[in-house]
């Protein structure tokens, strides 16, 4: 008997392996890793070719324009996106409220908000430890700024805004003094300047330095018809440790409250320690976290709705007294 021929041994070999299938596998692979390399998206090609160097093929031209269009159309999208947050940061607040001295804003329904406010910033890095803190707790606050800080430190200005706080006026350095006018406008009028050049938005609110409303400067900012903000629960966090600015903030908050913190003008590590804590225990109380101007805006709907509703109500009962048909005498058994 002759030994089998090596063609013939192959063939066997080779009809073996296909019967066993991982060859065709194998086929399959190469196939469609090939298909992929040659139908790849011609974008992602032309941008490869573009980053390893100038590279010559047909159709290049082409292939840069299409890859020039998504640039422009993912441009367009993320400045839609800009305008969309410039108008959802639009922190006017209701012309009722202009030139008038706030320290909480109830709400008719009761609704439990309240309205976490930092003072004397921007300083990181409190600041920055903050925006950190609130972003991670979904929270929108208030940011009260030192004229002269926003000019040192403008980055962190344009931070609490792009963060979506609300930006306001706390005077350009911090006098607590008797004002002349002119002292007193250019403190407020400087840093609404600046805040303005820095991000865009101009201040709508003022908190005079220290609390005090009679040395010129909240007079100066309620004339030109920014709302003077003072607090109704205080942190002391200018000198109480982390565990007693919870609790004191704890006792204090009040549905439509407004709470005064600091994270300029000194060390303030212990807010930021305090902060996470507070957040927490305020939610599980049931409060909302809003900024200022969303407080005065949601005061204005709420009256502006039950007036809305005794007026309905009004008009209908004149409408019921029209409507009405003339008294009738009272039926009689007539048999
Ligand atoms: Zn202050």
Redesign the pocket.
């Known amino acids: 008997m002759s030994s089998p021929k090596p063609f013939q041994t192959f063939c066997q070999w080779w009809w073996g392996q296909l019967r066993a299938k991982w060859l065709l596998y194998i086929v399959l692979a190469i196939t469609t890793l090939t298909l992929c390399v040659t139908f790849q998206s011609p974008i992602s090609r032309t941008a490869q070719a573009f980053v390893r160097g100038p590279v010559a093929y047909s159709g290049l031209t082409a292939r840069l324009n299409q890859l020039s269009s998504l640039a422009n159309q993912a441009w367009a999208n993320q400045l839609e996106l800009l305008a969309q947050q410039a108008e959802a940061m639009n922190f006017t607040v209701p012309e009722h409220f202009r030139g008038k001295t706030i320290r909480s804003v109830p709400l008719p329904s009761g609704r439990k908000v309240i309205a976490l406010t930092f003072?004397?910033g921007p300083l990181d890095p409190y600041t920055n430890d903050i925006l950190y803190i609130l972003e991670n707790n979904d929270v929108k606050a208030t940011f009260?700024l030192?004229g002269r800080s926003v000019q040192a430190f403008p980055n962190r200005a344009k931070h609490i805004q792009m963060k979506g706080h609300a930006l306001a006026n706390?005077?350009w350095s911090?006098p607590y003094a008797q004002q002349s006018p002119a002292g007193a406008a250019a403190q407020i009028d400087n840093t609404d300047t600046w805040i303005k050049q820095t991000t865009g938005f101009t201040p709508t609110l003022f908190?005079p330095?220290?609390g005090i409303l009679n040395n010129g400067m909240a007079g100066y900012a309620a004339q030109k018809g920014q709302v003077v903000v003072m607090w109704s629960a205080d942190s002391k966090d200018y000198y109480a440790s982390a565990p007693n600015i919870i609790k004191r903030v704890m006792a204090e908050a009040s549905p439509g409250g407004i709470v005064l913190f600091?994270d300029?003008?000194g060390n303030r590590s212990q807010t930021v320690l305090a902060l996470p804590f507070i957040i927490k225990q305020l939610r599980e109380q049931g409060y909302e976290f809003v900024t200022v101007p969303e407080l005065l805006k949601l005061y204005e709907e709420e009256v502006k709705a039950i007036n809305a509703a005794k007026a309905a109500e009004t008009a209908k009962a004149a409408e019921a007294v029209q409507a009405s048909p003339p008294a009738q005498p009272p039926p009689t058994l007539g048999y």
Request: hydrophobic letters at 15%; charged letters at 25%; a negative charge.
């Open positions: 003072d004397d009260f030192i706390h005077s911090h908190r330095p220290g600091h300029g003008g």
